[in-house]
Nanobody, 115 residues
Framework: QVHLVESGGGLVQAGGSLRLSCEAS????????MGWYRQAPGKERELVAS???????NYADSVKGRFTISRDNAKNTVYLQMNGLKPEDTAVYYC?????????WGQGTQVTVSS
């Protein structure tokens, strides 16, 4: 079973940057894709970025050009660099496997962007 721990969230002004980290344990990390999801108050959880085991990436249109997902397989960690943050990026951010292979969610990390 994969265990996920997210960190790096915080309060930032619009236009600012944050870097989120997600450490995974319990399975050989490099063999599976990972994604960053977010859930804003009153909204469904959505996938914002994903990365395959060998580094191919994909982004939701809402974050394309502003967010960058990366991974360090030696550290069992996936990152989300968020630049040009907007108030609408405010949400709890989670990492997990792709939607067809979800494992129990971690606690997430809160990102709040003030205008």
């Amino acid at each position: 079973q994969v265990h996920l721990v997210e960190s790096g969230g915080g309060l930032v002004q619009a236009g600012g940057s944050l870097r989120l980290s997600c450490e995974a344990s319990g399975r050989p990390f490099s063999t599976y894709a990972m994604g960053w999801y977010r859930q804003a108050p009153g909204k469904e959880r959505e996938l914002v970025a994903s990365i395959t085991g060998d580094g191919m990436t994909n982004y939701a249109d809402s974050v394309k050009g502003r967010f960058t997902i990366s991974r360090d397989n030696a550290k069992n960690t996936v990152y989300l660099q968020m630049n040009g943050l907007k108030p609408e990026d405010t949400a709890v951010y989670y990492c997990n496997l792709p939607v067809y292979a979800l494992v129990p969610w971690g606690q997430g990390t809160q990102v709040t962007v003030s205008s």
